[in-house]
């Protein structure tokens, strides 16, 4: 099979997927208990303006109607309006979705970079006291949750060596870049306004590196133990047999078929992130997706939580066909699961 | 290695200026944190941090003071007709919109006209009074009301008057006939106001940025913040390093306990605590349900408290509560003393209630509301003092939704139900229609399912006097037999607490604590910026 065959059938599963996705996230969202509309209004809202927005919202409609309706306005661009922002849903994605994307990506870099560089430095120089330390850090980083690296980083980067800004995506009195992407870097950038750019990056530093200190722990750990495994094996011994330099055995030949499992690993955690990074964008308050979606869960907002989970379903569909295509790029003898067997 | 030490000394250095490069300013400004997210739409917005932005961007026609009183702000005097049937407001001259656009008495009906179609906001505060509202010449605005209402006055305070013209110039598709949406889209993220403070920037899950509107008719002292900026509450850590890093003004008033311990003492922050008018905290007991449908039941709980550890312990710089009415609410009856913390008297309450001796036939319920982590210590303190008088209660743990939904129906509405309560104006009365006239049971504000005609016609009775002292006595009236029924346990009049920026901001707030002054102001009155102070120098 092609890679272009390969990645139009994955691309069908994936909206037969989302599509499951979004009538279970539909019903469930629906059949909690709370009344979307009085919650949206106020408990001291007259009942005639609740029985009005649950007529707008098509809540006095059966539930199967209601789902059609929403797949037919989904199907023109509209999510409907949220409930808690009181906007277009689509608005609200356009103006949180960028955000998020940003310090996904920069946490994406981190985790490449420093769990795969550990990892690999922790396996060639495995036994020794580098390796031990590696391993502490892999375990620390695994086990620490996100907010508590963010908590900590802003004690250290913020307040005790103030370096970093506490919160925001740019400094107040500086004004956004003209909206090209939603993302301030990139827009920054694309503008010619350095400045604001730097600005924004230097906003995401430490919600990143907090973000990203869990995946890159555990790409550490993986990166080393494929390695260290694959250290073991012929054609590595054949090459050692060779007289070829360790520096260069680890660097150029090791490293990319022990990338297979670390690289399946980190996609997911980076779109696990969509929805993760609730509590590190509470604590920088940084206006990312994963807070407006758990704040629309917590509000019963009712469309909101179905766009957001969407958007969540789709970020993992993105990340699992990345995530075969860069594996079959990496080690040809998986590609592609049609290829027959010897 | 030597490399590497310079590599090193490269990126301290750089890190360094990119942080002066990007930041390091000094302005005129305070910024607050409140819980989120906020409506400036002053037909939307009811919440405290709404309210917060809202006073600050839209003028009244009247002015809230300090003592729980109103004074004139659009209106600078105003007459009622002798049956309370018809108020005469009339507006000052001069005052421009943020637009520069002359505020009349058309803008006003509009803006009433408004508020009382959508239904939403503090429209409920109208709704049931107002008949009808004409402009009878640019600068007189006259109310029809449907029956006398005697806190009208205390009731406009929330009435917000928005531009007219320039609402109508963005309206969008909306449920509102020829209003379309009434401008609702537009006014998220924008005002039509006239307040002394106008919209910079709204980022609809981070703040409201404010700046200064130089021609507010009001005039300014010097030293007036040139901008005030309203921002989403974060976490404790983020708050207190934003308070250490002076960039935070004033903090909420949500945060822990010991965050405001640490805060107390950073150089120059200083924490203020304040009973503001018209919160307290009840222990709502269910009237129509057994045990709790016997008074003396109900006075054998209230004697089973500890309301000092509450006060002081729990919620510290509360004040153990006087009856239905807070202390600071205009309309409070002083005479009334508080219930004291009494096991003996417990016991002999108990005695004379139809329930003695078959006590372990009816366990109490109570819930408390997820959202408030500190009441769980209020649950099970009641439930280790009542274990101790020979009653049983079961806590449960409840999002405020589902008190909400509990309270909806008399068979689902527990025994105890642990609620903090908000005036909705500064006065008894409305505290007291909407925690006991029957109007309000099945709503989360009446879990007591009171329905007593007694009180109800007391209530009206009084809302109906014009005269305020008349009124006044009229309330004092319904707080005694109110005490005398025992529905509720009044625990706390609870207490605001903040950390401000004393150093180098003036915040009259804190100015009447120092004073020992009473503060009756309704919610977000008490971050007006307009009177505030800052100096930036001073950081």
Known sequence: ??????????????????????????????????????????????????????????????????????????????????????????????EYLPASIEIIALSAFFMAVIGINLGRLSARFSGTWFDGVVRILSYTGIVTPAFVWAILFVLLFSYLIPIFPTTGRITPGLAAPPRITGMYIIDGLLTGNFRVALNAFWHIVLPSLALSM????????MTRASMVDNAEKDYILAVRAYGVPNKLIYRRLLLKPSLVAPISIMALDIAALLGNAFLVELVFLYPGISRYGVEAMLNKDLFAIISVVLIIGIGYTIANVVIDVIIAHLDPRVRLGGAKSA | MKRVFLTGKFLAFALIMIAVFCFGQSESIIRATEDWPTYIDPAVGSDFSDCIAI??????LVFPNADGS???????????????????????????FHSGNELTAEDVVFSVERLLTMGEGFAYM????????????????????????????????????LEKDLVLQHLDSGPYGEFGDYGRKWLLEHDAGSGPYMVEEVKMEEYVLTKKFDDWWGGWEPNAPEYFKEMATADPVTIRTLVAKKELEITDELQPMESYEAMAKMPGVEVVRFVPGGMNLNLMLHTRKP?????????????????????????????????????TLPGHDSSIQPWEFNLDKAREELKKSKYYGQLDEYPLTLSWCAEVPEEEKIALMLQANFARIGVKLEITKKPFGSMIADAQNMETTPNCSLVFVAAHYMEAGGMLTTRYHSQSTGTWEQCEWL????????????????????????????????????????LIDRAETRAYQASYVSWFVADLVHQGKKIALPLGYGLYAHDMKVFPEKK
């Not at chain 1, 999510?79 to 608005?91: N, Q």
């Not at chain 1, 869990?214 to 750990?221: D, I, L, T």
Request: charged share 25%.
């Open chain 2, 55 to 60: 006073v600050n961007l839209y003028d009244s």
């Open chain 2, 291 to 327: 045990p709790t449908d016997d008074v003396h039941f109900r006075r054998a709980l209230a004697y089973a408290v500890d309301y000092k550890t509450i006060a002081n312990i729990i919620f510290p710089g509360s004040l153990v509560a006087r009856g239905p009415v807070p202390q």
């Open chain 2, 451 to 490: 329905l007593n005609p007694e009180i109800d016609q007391m209530i009206e009775d009084a809302l109906s006097t014009i005269d305020t002292e008349e009124r006044f006595n009229k309330y004092h009236a319904i707080q005694q037999k109110l005490v005398e029924l025992c529905p509720t346990i009044w």
């Open chain 2, 70 to 96: 109103v004074g004139p702000h659009l209106a600078t005097h105003w007459d009622v007709t002798p049956d309370g049937l018809t108020w005469t407001f009339y507006l000052r001259q001069g005052v421009k």
């Open chain 2, 126 to 161: 109208f709704e049931p009074f107002i008949d009808e509202v004409v402009a009878l010449d640019p600068y007189t605005v006259q109310f029809k009301m449907k029956k006398p209402y005697g806190p009208f006055l205390s009731t406009l305070v929330r009435l917000y008057i």
């Open chain 1, 1 to 94: 099979m092609s890679l272009t065959k390969y990645i139009i059938k994955r691309i069908v599963y994936s909206i037969g997927v989302l599509f499951g996705v979004s009538i279970l996230i539909f019903v469930i969202s629906n059949i909690v208990p709370g009344d979307p509309a009085r919650m949206a209004l106020g408990p001291r809202a007259p009942e005639w303006a609740v029985e009005d927005l649950r007529k707008e919202m098509n809540l006095d409609k059966p539930l199967v109607e209601r789902y059609f309706l929403w797949l037919s306005d989904l199907m023109r661009g509209d999510l409907g309006e949220s409930l808690r922002s009181r906007r277009p849903i689509t608005k609200d994605i356009a």
């Open chain 1, 214 to 221: 869990g995946g890159a722990a555990q790409a550490a750990r």
